[in-house]
């Protein structure tokens, strides 16, 4: 998926989202061990800065690298997608790391359209998914840092 944004959006930056990234690499983790590479991986993601995030994540690899070579690698692959946040400014992070404001426009656009039995073409779709966007927005909470909520809405493309 992440391969077919790239084509048909070329200019635009990926970031995934760290909290699905953090299960997802936590899945291959046993039991016993999931506390503290939890704290790890989190301490990659929380990071003051791209350098400091990517120190720790090779930290994260010789630490974990022999016993837990998936987890690992789960990482690896998602991790400069991961970082994305660090490209904007720091009160606007909060909001960049995680998908929850596209999850809950997705929610909502299914929410609405389930009762309908037909959507009147790609055009008609589009329009609708612009009217639940607008909505969506107005009901987001400010970031905790930020007063400038509309401002990081406008640079994600909400």
């Not at 630490?63 to 660090?86: M, N, Q, Y």
């Amino acid at each position: 998926m992440e391969t077919v944004f790239k084509e048909e959006f070329s200019q635009a930056k990926v970031q995934r989202c760290t909290v699905h990234v953090d299960r997802n690499v936590l899945a291959k983790v046993p039991k016993k061990l999931k506390k503290r590479v939890a704290a790890d991986v989190r301490s990659i993601f929380y990071a003051p800065s791209r350098e400091t995030a990517l120190e720790r994540f090779n930290t994260f690899k010789e630490k974990w690298g022999k016993d837990l070579p998936s987890a690992v690698h789960c990482l690896e692959r998602s991790i400069d997608s991961c970082l994305t946040f660090f490209d904007f400014p720091q009160d606007e992070w909060i909001s960049l790391r995680t998908t929850n404001s596209i999850e809950r426009l997705n929610k909502e656009f299914k929410r609405r359209t389930k009762p309908m039995e037909i959507v009147a073409g790609e055009n008609a779709c589009y329009r609708l998914l612009a009217f639940f966007k607008d909505g969506v927005t107005l009901e987001i909470k400010p970031c905790r840092k930020s007063a400038e909520q509309p401002a990081v809405l406008q640079r994600i493309g909400l």
